[in-house]
């Protein structure tokens, strides 16, 4: 039985997976498609054995994770594809409706955590479908994240007050933000260790081969959407996807002020596979 692998369906993911569709490797795997908030439902279910989730998804679930090594989607400033767009200044949220994009859980409850702790100030929060002019006309702001905030960035900056999260997270605590590890159900990882660190080296092989060709990429992807190859590299570049030190110690700090907010009941530690 192959190896079931969750893939985002984002343009941010496109740099993990361009190598493995250059070396044939998806034909070893079965490959499954699915938003964030599907992704995590499906390796809790036991649907997939290891997957890209929600780094908040693995904080829910980690007894029964272990994280993957030197793979994350990740930020250290600007992310280009978590936006809040607003209607008025974001000091000026405070008791108005914000409409949450129902295919995210990290940037949902990081918007939480930046609109408590950095600007104390309490929203009318709800989700909604990510469609940015639906979601303005019951609220006063939205959160959207990965394509559709792609999209609603390139179309509508010039009319809304536009934030990107991964920066203000910088300029607050001036450390990375980490949106998606790599998390492996244990008893698939205790099973298939082999297995395992062949596909965490192919994907970092994937990984490398995406950002020594970033052009290559941009215009594959630029393909089968509205963007430019340019404003892809742009995006891709500003992208991280490694796991460092530096990397987890933003998401330790990300889960501290989510226990703190009550959003998690206990900070997780980060069970890294060893390979």
């Not at 809790?44 to 997957?51: C, G, I, S, T």
């Not at 940037?107 to 930046?114: A, E, F, Q, R, T």
């Not at 809304?160 to 990882?189: C, H, N, S």
């Amino acid at each position: 039985m192959r190896p079931r692998v969750g893939h985002i369906q984002f343009i941010n993911c496109f740099p993990l997976f361009y190598g493995l569709i250059e070396k044939k490797f998806l034909l070893e795997i079965d490959l499954i498609k699915g938003t964030p908030t599907d992704l995590n439902q499906m390796l809790r279910e036991n649907k997939l054995d290891l997957a890209p989730i929600s780094s908040i998804a693995y904080a829910y679930d980690y007894k029964d994770y272990v994280l993957m090594p030197d793979i994350s989607i990740s930020c250290n400033g600007e992310v280009k594809s978590i936006y809040l767009f607003s209607k008025r200044p974001i000091e000026e949220l405070d008791g108005k409706k914000i409409a949450l994009s129902s295919i995210s859980a990290t940037s949902v409850n990081l918007l939480k955590i930046i609109m408590h702790f950095f600007y104390n100030i309490k929203p009318d929060y709800f989700i909604s479908a990510p469609e940015i002019g639906a979601m303005l006309m019951e609220a006063e702001a939205a959160l959207l994240i990965g394509d559709d905030a792609l999209r609603a960035k390139y179309k509508l900056s010039d009319r809304l007050y536009v934030y990107d999260l991964g920066q203000i997270w910088k300029e607050q605590t001036d450390l990375p933000m980490v949106f998606a590890v790599w998390a492996v159900r244990q008893e698939f990882a205790e099973k298939n260790l082999k297995m395992v660190k062949i596909i965490k080296d192919t994907f970092t092989d994937s990984i490398k081969l995406s950002l020594e060709h970033i052009y290559d990429v941009a215009a594959k992807a630029a393909q089968w959407e509205d963007f430019t190859p340019e404003y892809l590299v742009d995006y891709f570049q500003k992208l991280k996807f490694d796991f460092d030190k530096h990397k987890q110690e933003g998401l330790m700090e990300y889960y501290h002020y989510a226990s703190k907010l009550g959003i998690i009941s206990e900070v997780p530690p980060l069970k890294i596979l060893d390979i």
